[in-house]
Nanobody, 119 residues
């Protein structure tokens, strides 16, 4: 079974930085995408950053956030700089892929980590 565990969230002042980390365990036969989404209370979940052939970022975080993947350690990190109050949300790590050669392509999500940015 695929498991994803996020860490690194917390409370930070506007203009500060945080680095989130996600550890992926379990077997993934074929990986299609890996990255981060976020969801604020009462709002839709939105893309933050992903590696899907190429690296892409959601418009609100471009130039401020950077995604890093370490295949050897099975981790994907999100470096967040120049944080704003609008970045306050629960951040979720995700992967998309097949766990076996004949399994369907599925999405797998972590439990989320809270990021709160104070003004």
């Amino acid at each position: 079974q695929v498991q994803l565990v996020e860490s690194g969230g917390g409370l930070v002042q506007a203009g500060g930085s945080l680095r989130l980390s996600c550890v992926v365990s379990g077997s993934i036969w074929s990986l299609n995408a890996i990255g981060w989404h976020r969801q604020a209370p009462g709002k839709e979940r939105e893309l933050v950053a992903e590696i899907r052939g190429i690296t892409s970022y959601g418009d609100p975080v471009k130039g401020r956030f950077t995604i890093y993947r370490d295949n050897a350690k099975n981790t994907v990190d999100l470096q967040m700089n120049s944080l704003k109050s609008e970045d306050t949300a629960v951040y979720y790590c995700f992967v998309r892929g097949r766990i076996t050669w004949n399994s369907p392509i599925s999405d797998y999500w972590g439990q989320g980590t809270q990021v709160t940015v104070s003004s």
